[in-house]
């Protein structure tokens, strides 16, 4: 063995020995996607409502490029760690490191402006404007001419109106949603109101993407589709995807490493070949009972 | 041509004009329920506010002069000098953007997340607080508007109707303009809506506030803008309605003309705003013409609010509203 063959074979295995840990560069996996160092850390988070606890003392991490799925039965916390990532709940205790800074408490617009976009588990578009204008709204932060331009519709508004429009379409086009570009979202059916969502966030040209439940309530041809999707994303724009999702076979096969929750803990964290033989997720999934 | 027909062709003419002024007023409403949920009683007396402010700082007036005066025991009321039209209008919009910051910044700010009533009467007491304001800053007497507006009746229509019919209608040239005005600013809030960064976000706002988080939008920003947007609606309302009767207390009551308007023509809908006020213009004035000698006149004062309550019985989302659908 010799070359970058081999020193791959070496990091794969160093991963395989220690978790997660490991290295600091990075490795690439069989496919051949790039996966970097660690882009954002999760360190002893708790979250409590009131007195129910919804997240218990949980950390991992999550590395530049790579598809890292969240898994648990209902009720495990996964929505509220997605959250906790996006701003929309702040832990009582805990703290999260992006990009080797430690990140104070922010709001979420201030979290979605450092290229942290998401999709929510029930929808969250805006019904009344059509699907370019939804996709739009996702390119809001790359524009920045003043709000007098902006009134008269001057020079730099004009320039960048259409360098975003571009974009808005390249995404589009990307997610095969050219049809209904000027239908209102309100009159999409479930799955294409998913696919908007994803494009939504895609506009951002987000460094980190937070799927929700993207195949939820989809037929078998849907999730196909989706799977895809979320496969395409990350190679083609090397974006960092977190992902809830209850379907197992499309976690396996999509996911790089999946973290495991069940009642607010952390139950395993791995590949998914290692959590599939883990004693105790398998109790979760099967309902083994709780002391 | 019966003499009828032609008076009711008059009447319903000066009934649009009239109508464009409600929309005006309705419009500064739908502005900030949509982005919001807060229905804003407030909005008249910003009108009354924004009218008293512009006439004070046109013609020199000291702010807080009473109080001033009582303190200091000095007598002062002029600065002596008086400040050309179009720039007491650009500062009295420099004053509504503030006015718009400070509520949001001490008021609504606190509020986010609270009942819809909590809100609607956080802006009552933001009226009765405004009101007060206005009449420490400016006093409480009766003032002339005047920012150069024609006034008086329009010859040429007056000519060419007469012309035609053998009857001059009269129109106001202060409503001619009122409704050129009132048109160009929806026309320019419209496209600011459905064109520009803001407008987009504006409108993310009114739709999904979580979602428009998401994307990275900031809510304060955005109704701070909506407020400044009303706050500007309330100005051009006031100073039409000021030029008309003067600017006075009962300037705040139009507020309750433009209730009527929105039950017409929804809550959450511009142009059902627009199309609300044309209707109720036009009705109540033709109503008047044809049913108010029979019953004693002065149905104008009540016409618009029967009006709205056959609609809040058939229609109650308004022509334009969002359909109510309940799920069950």
């Known amino acids: 063995m010799s070359g970058p063959a081999a020193s791959r074979e070496v990091l794969d295995a160093a991963i395989h020995e220690s978790g997660h840990t490991a290295d600091a560069e990075g490795h690439v996996t069989a496919d051949g996607r790039k996966i970097g160092g660690v882009v954002m850390e999760m360190k002893n988070i708790t979250l409590r409502f009131g007195g129910v606890e919804a997240i218990k003392d949980i950390s991992f991490d999550i590395r530049e490029g790579e598809i890292r799925a969240i898994i648990g039965p209902n009720g495990a916390g996964k929505s509220s760690m997605l959250n906790v990532i996006s701003g929309f709940y702040h832990p009582q205790e805990g703290e999260v490191w992006y990009r080797g800074e430690r990140r104070p408490p922010m709001k979420p617009f201030q979290i979605a402006r450092q290229g942290i976009a998401r999709t929510f588990q029930n929808i969250a578009l805006f019904e009344g404007m059509s699907v370019l204008d939804n996709v739009m709204t996702g390119r809001l932060n790359q524009m920045n001419a003043s709000i007098l331009d902006q009134a008269f519709w001057w020079g730099k508004a004009q320039r960048e109106e259409v360098a975003n429009r571009q974009k808005a379409e390249e995404v589009i086009d990307f997610l095969e949603i050219q049809n209904i570009r000027k239908t209102p979202v ?11 969502e994803l494009a939504r966030a895609l506009a951002a040209e987000p460094r980190i993407l937070l799927l929700d439940e993207p195949m939820a309530g989809m037929n078998v041809e849907e999730k196909e589709d989706m799977s895809r999707f979320v496969l395409d994303v990350n ?15 499309v976690v396996m096969d999509l996911s790089d490493r999946v973290v495991v929750m069940d009642y607010g803990k952390k139950i395993g964290d791995g590949t998914p070949d290692e959590v599939r033989t883990n004693q105790e997720v398998i109790d979760a999934y099967l309902g083994v009972a709780h002391d | 041509m019966p003499e009828q027909l032609i008076f009711a062709m008059e009447v319903t003419l000066n009934g649009l004009l009239n109508g464009v002024m409600y929309a005006l007023v309705a419009l500064g409403f739908v502005l900030i329920f949509k982005a919001s949920g807060i ?52 500062l009295t919009v420099v004053v509504m953007i503030g006015f718009a910051w400070l509520v949001q910044k001490f008021v609504f700010r606190h509020l986010v997340g609270q009942e819809p009533i909590i809100l609607f009467m956080a802006t009552i007491g933001l009226a009765y607080f405004l009101e007060g304001v206005s009449d420490l800053m400016w006093g ?29 209608f009269f129109i106001d040239n202060l409503d001619i303009a009122a409704a050129v005005i009132a048109t160009v600013l929806v026309g320019g809030l419209i496209a600011f809506a459905q064109y520009t960064k803001q407008g987009r976000a504006m409108r993310a706002v009114a739709d999904d506030h979580q979602a428009a988080l998401s994307v990275g939008i ?19 309302a006031g100073i039409m309605w000021g030029a008309k009767s003067g ?49 004693g ?21 308004g022509l334009f509203g969002e359909k109510i659908i309940e799920r069950v």
């Open chain 2, 247 to 295: 600017v006075q207390f009962s300037l705040s009551l139009i507020a309750l003309k433009a209730l009527p308007v929105l039950m017409l023509g929804g809550f959450t809908s511009i142009p059902g705003a627009i199309v609300g006020g044309l209707i109720i213009g036009v009705g109540e004035a033709l109503f008047e013409f044809a049913v108010g000698p029979m019953i």
């Open chain 1, 235 to 249: 190679d083609e724009f090397g974006t960092t995807i977190v992902l809830i999702e209850h379907d197992m076979g």
């Open chain 2, 39 to 90: 229905f804003n009683y407030a909005q008249g007396v910003m009108a009354l506010f924004a009218a008293m402010t512009l006439v004070g700082i046109q013609q020199g007036r000291v702010p807080f002069g009473h109080l001033i005066n009582e303190i200091f025991g000095t007598d002062i009321h002029y600065f002596g000098w008086e400040v050309p039209a179009l720039a007491a209008i650009l």
């Open chain 2, 140 to 168: 409480s007497e009766i003032r002339n508007l005047d920012v150069g507006l024609p006034q008086g009746i329009n010859d040429a229509i007056d000519l060419a109707t007469f012309e035609i019919f053998g009857y001059g």
């Open chain 2, 218 to 236: 900031k809510l304060n920003y955005v109704w701070v803008l909506v407020w400044s947007l009303a706050g500007i609606v309330a100005l051009v």
């Open chain 2, 297 to 317: 006149g002065a149905t104008e004062n009540w016409f618009a609010y029967v009006l709205a309550l056959v609609f809040l019985v058939f229609r109650p989302q």
């Open chain 1, 186 to 196: 309100g009159r999409l059916p479930y799955g294409l109101k998913k696919r908007v």
